[in-house]
Antibody, heavy 118, light 106 residues
Protein backbone atom coordinates (compact mmCIF):
# COMPACT_ATOMS: atom_id res chain seq x y z
CA UNK A 1 0.00 0.00 0.00
CA UNK A 2 1.34 3.40 -1.01
CA UNK A 3 1.74 5.72 1.96
CA UNK A 4 2.97 9.30 2.15
CA UNK A 5 3.33 10.81 5.61
CA UNK A 6 4.23 14.48 6.02
CA UNK A 7 5.76 16.03 9.12
CA UNK A 8 7.47 19.19 10.26
CA UNK A 9 4.65 21.69 10.15
CA UNK A 10 3.82 24.24 12.80
CA UNK A 11 3.68 27.91 13.70
CA UNK A 12 6.54 30.06 12.45
CA UNK A 13 7.17 33.80 12.40
CA UNK A 14 7.34 35.74 9.14
CA UNK A 15 10.83 35.74 7.66
CA UNK A 16 11.82 32.52 9.40
CA UNK A 17 12.43 29.05 7.95
CA UNK A 18 10.82 25.65 8.21
CA UNK A 19 11.57 22.26 6.69
CA UNK A 20 8.87 19.75 5.84
CA UNK A 21 9.47 16.04 5.40
CA UNK A 22 7.50 13.32 3.66
CA UNK A 23 8.17 9.65 4.37
CA UNK A 24 7.18 7.38 1.50
CA UNK A 25 6.49 3.65 1.59
CA UNK A 26 4.78 0.95 -0.42
CA UNK A 27 6.46 1.74 -3.75
CA UNK A 28 9.91 2.19 -5.27
CA UNK A 29 10.44 5.83 -4.31
CA UNK A 30 13.42 6.39 -6.59
CA UNK A 31 11.32 5.58 -9.69
CA UNK A 32 8.92 8.50 -9.30
CA UNK A 33 8.94 12.26 -9.60
CA UNK A 34 7.53 13.77 -6.43
CA UNK A 35 5.81 17.06 -5.67
CA UNK A 36 4.46 19.39 -3.02
CA UNK A 37 1.03 20.98 -3.33
CA UNK A 38 -0.47 23.42 -0.83
CA UNK A 39 -3.92 24.64 0.11
CA UNK A 40 -4.49 27.87 2.00
CA UNK A 41 -7.37 27.79 4.50
CA UNK A 42 -10.69 27.50 2.66
CA UNK A 43 -8.92 28.04 -0.67
CA UNK A 44 -8.04 25.93 -3.69
CA UNK A 45 -5.00 23.85 -4.51
CA UNK A 46 -1.68 25.33 -5.60
CA UNK A 47 1.31 23.42 -6.95
CA UNK A 48 4.49 24.33 -5.05
CA UNK A 49 7.38 22.20 -6.33
CA UNK A 50 8.35 19.11 -8.30
CA UNK A 51 11.56 17.07 -8.24
CA UNK A 52 12.87 14.50 -10.70
CA UNK A 53 13.71 10.91 -9.76
CA UNK A 54 17.39 11.60 -9.16
CA UNK A 55 16.83 15.03 -7.69
CA UNK A 56 18.87 16.71 -10.41
CA UNK A 57 15.90 18.69 -11.75
CA UNK A 58 13.55 20.83 -9.72
CA UNK A 59 10.64 23.04 -10.70
CA UNK A 60 8.80 25.85 -8.90
CA UNK A 61 6.11 28.44 -9.57
CA UNK A 62 7.13 32.09 -9.31
CA UNK A 63 5.31 32.43 -5.98
CA UNK A 64 7.95 30.34 -4.15
CA UNK A 65 10.96 30.35 -6.51
CA UNK A 66 14.10 31.44 -4.70
CA UNK A 67 12.54 30.86 -1.26
CA UNK A 68 11.58 27.16 -1.31
CA UNK A 69 13.82 24.20 -2.12
CA UNK A 70 12.58 20.71 -2.81
CA UNK A 71 14.95 17.80 -2.28
CA UNK A 72 14.90 14.06 -1.79
CA UNK A 73 16.88 11.21 -0.26
CA UNK A 74 16.17 8.07 -2.26
CA UNK A 75 18.06 5.89 0.23
CA UNK A 76 15.62 7.00 2.91
CA UNK A 77 12.53 7.19 0.65
CA UNK A 78 12.04 10.72 1.85
CA UNK A 79 11.02 14.02 0.29
CA UNK A 80 11.72 17.43 1.75
CA UNK A 81 10.66 21.04 1.37
CA UNK A 82 12.92 23.71 2.80
CA UNK A 83 10.94 26.93 3.15
CA UNK A 84 12.85 30.17 3.77
CA UNK A 85 11.76 33.78 4.13
CA UNK A 86 8.26 32.65 4.96
CA UNK A 87 5.35 35.02 4.43
CA UNK A 88 1.84 35.08 5.84
CA UNK A 89 0.55 34.01 2.42
CA UNK A 90 2.50 30.75 2.76
CA UNK A 91 0.06 29.70 5.49
CA UNK A 92 -1.48 26.50 4.18
CA UNK A 93 -1.77 22.77 4.44
CA UNK A 94 1.11 21.24 2.51
CA UNK A 95 0.62 17.93 0.75
CA UNK A 96 3.28 15.57 -0.52
CA UNK A 97 2.19 13.89 -3.75
CA UNK A 98 3.52 11.21 -6.06
CA UNK A 99 3.61 12.15 -9.73
CA UNK A 100 2.53 9.42 -12.10
CA UNK A 101 4.01 8.86 -15.59
CA UNK A 102 1.47 11.19 -17.25
CA UNK A 103 2.01 14.00 -14.76
CA UNK A 104 -1.06 13.44 -12.64
CA UNK A 105 -0.73 13.19 -8.86
CA UNK A 106 -1.88 9.68 -8.09
CA UNK A 107 -1.20 9.50 -4.37
CA UNK A 108 -1.32 12.22 -1.72
CA UNK A 109 -0.29 12.42 1.91
CA UNK A 110 -2.64 13.51 4.65
CA UNK A 111 -1.13 16.99 4.71
CA UNK A 112 0.71 19.09 7.28
CA UNK A 113 -0.31 22.55 8.43
CA UNK A 114 2.07 25.50 8.27
CA UNK A 115 1.03 28.77 9.90
CA UNK A 116 3.11 31.87 9.33
CA UNK A 117 2.23 34.49 11.90
CA UNK A 118 3.85 36.76 14.45
CA UNK B 1 1.13 30.21 -17.46
CA UNK B 2 -1.79 28.09 -18.59
CA UNK B 3 -5.08 29.10 -16.96
CA UNK B 4 -7.82 26.61 -16.15
CA UNK B 5 -11.32 28.07 -15.96
CA UNK B 6 -13.55 25.71 -14.00
CA UNK B 7 -17.34 25.86 -13.81
CA UNK B 8 -19.66 25.91 -12.06
CA UNK B 9 -18.23 27.12 -8.75
CA UNK B 10 -20.94 25.25 -6.89
CA UNK B 11 -23.57 22.72 -7.73
CA UNK B 12 -26.48 21.17 -5.89
CA UNK B 13 -28.00 18.02 -7.34
CA UNK B 14 -30.30 15.18 -6.34
CA UNK B 15 -29.42 11.54 -5.78
CA UNK B 16 -29.22 9.51 -9.00
CA UNK B 17 -28.92 12.71 -11.05
CA UNK B 18 -26.24 13.23 -13.68
CA UNK B 19 -23.85 16.14 -13.10
CA UNK B 20 -21.15 17.64 -15.29
CA UNK B 21 -18.23 19.86 -14.32
CA UNK B 22 -16.10 21.56 -16.94
CA UNK B 23 -12.63 23.06 -17.24
CA UNK B 24 -11.56 25.29 -20.09
CA UNK B 25 -7.83 25.49 -20.78
CA UNK B 26 -6.35 28.78 -22.01
CA UNK B 27 -4.32 26.88 -24.61
CA UNK B 28 -3.82 23.40 -25.98
CA UNK B 29 -2.83 20.94 -23.24
CA UNK B 30 -3.52 17.72 -25.10
CA UNK B 31 -4.64 15.01 -22.70
CA UNK B 32 -2.51 16.31 -19.82
CA UNK B 33 -5.53 16.84 -17.62
CA UNK B 34 -6.62 15.09 -14.45
CA UNK B 35 -9.55 15.37 -12.04
CA UNK B 36 -9.53 15.16 -8.25
CA UNK B 37 -12.12 14.84 -5.53
CA UNK B 38 -11.54 16.36 -2.11
CA UNK B 39 -13.87 15.45 0.71
CA UNK B 40 -14.16 17.69 3.75
CA UNK B 41 -11.00 17.59 5.85
CA UNK B 42 -9.30 15.07 3.59
CA UNK B 43 -6.56 15.13 1.00
CA UNK B 44 -7.44 15.17 -2.71
CA UNK B 45 -7.90 11.86 -4.51
CA UNK B 46 -7.27 11.19 -8.18
CA UNK B 47 -10.40 10.32 -10.17
CA UNK B 48 -9.43 10.68 -13.82
CA UNK B 49 -6.03 10.92 -15.51
CA UNK B 50 -5.01 11.54 -19.10
CA UNK B 51 -8.35 13.36 -19.53
CA UNK B 52 -10.43 10.20 -19.94
CA UNK B 53 -8.84 7.31 -17.99
CA UNK B 54 -10.43 6.19 -14.75
CA UNK B 55 -8.00 5.91 -11.84
CA UNK B 56 -7.70 2.62 -9.98
CA UNK B 57 -10.56 1.94 -7.59
CA UNK B 58 -12.73 4.82 -8.79
CA UNK B 59 -16.38 3.91 -9.43
CA UNK B 60 -17.36 3.63 -13.08
CA UNK B 61 -20.07 6.29 -12.66
CA UNK B 62 -17.23 8.83 -12.98
CA UNK B 63 -16.02 9.61 -16.49
CA UNK B 64 -13.90 12.21 -18.25
CA UNK B 65 -14.10 13.63 -21.74
CA UNK B 66 -12.40 16.19 -23.93
CA UNK B 67 -13.52 18.47 -26.72
CA UNK B 68 -10.65 20.60 -27.95
CA UNK B 69 -9.49 22.61 -24.96
CA UNK B 70 -12.64 21.94 -22.92
CA UNK B 71 -12.59 19.07 -20.46
CA UNK B 72 -15.52 17.58 -18.59
CA UNK B 73 -16.04 15.37 -15.57
CA UNK B 74 -19.35 13.56 -15.58
CA UNK B 75 -20.87 11.80 -12.60
CA UNK B 76 -23.67 9.40 -13.42
CA UNK B 77 -26.24 8.36 -10.79
CA UNK B 78 -25.03 10.77 -8.11
CA UNK B 79 -24.50 9.20 -4.68
CA UNK B 80 -24.32 10.75 -1.19
CA UNK B 81 -20.61 9.96 -0.96
CA UNK B 82 -19.91 12.10 -4.04
CA UNK B 83 -20.26 15.26 -1.94
CA UNK B 84 -17.07 17.29 -1.97
CA UNK B 85 -14.98 19.69 -3.99
CA UNK B 86 -13.75 18.72 -7.44
CA UNK B 87 -10.64 20.14 -9.10
CA UNK B 88 -9.14 19.82 -12.52
CA UNK B 89 -5.38 20.00 -13.02
CA UNK B 90 -3.41 20.62 -16.18
CA UNK B 91 0.09 19.16 -16.23
CA UNK B 92 1.09 19.94 -19.79
CA UNK B 93 3.37 22.62 -18.38
CA UNK B 94 3.86 24.05 -14.86
CA UNK B 95 0.85 22.48 -13.12
CA UNK B 96 -2.19 24.65 -12.54
CA UNK B 97 -5.44 23.69 -10.87
CA UNK B 98 -8.92 24.86 -11.64
CA UNK B 99 -10.64 26.91 -8.94
CA UNK B 100 -12.80 24.01 -7.78
CA UNK B 101 -16.46 23.00 -7.88
CA UNK B 102 -18.31 22.40 -4.63
CA UNK B 103 -20.85 19.61 -5.10
CA UNK B 104 -23.68 19.16 -2.65
CA UNK B 105 -26.53 16.70 -2.57
CA UNK B 106 -30.04 18.17 -2.33
Amino acid sequence: EVQLVESGGGLVQPGRSLKLSCAASGFTFSNYYMAWVRQAPKKGLEWVATISTSGSRTYYPDSVKGRFTISRDNAKSSLYLQMNSLKSEDTATYYCARRDWDGSFDYWGQGVMVTVSS
Amino acid sequence: DIQMTQSPASLSASLEEIVTITCQASQDIGNYLSWYQQKLGKSPQLLIHSATSLADGVPSRFSGSRSGTQYSLKINRLQVEDTGIYYCLQHYSAPTFGSGTKLEIK
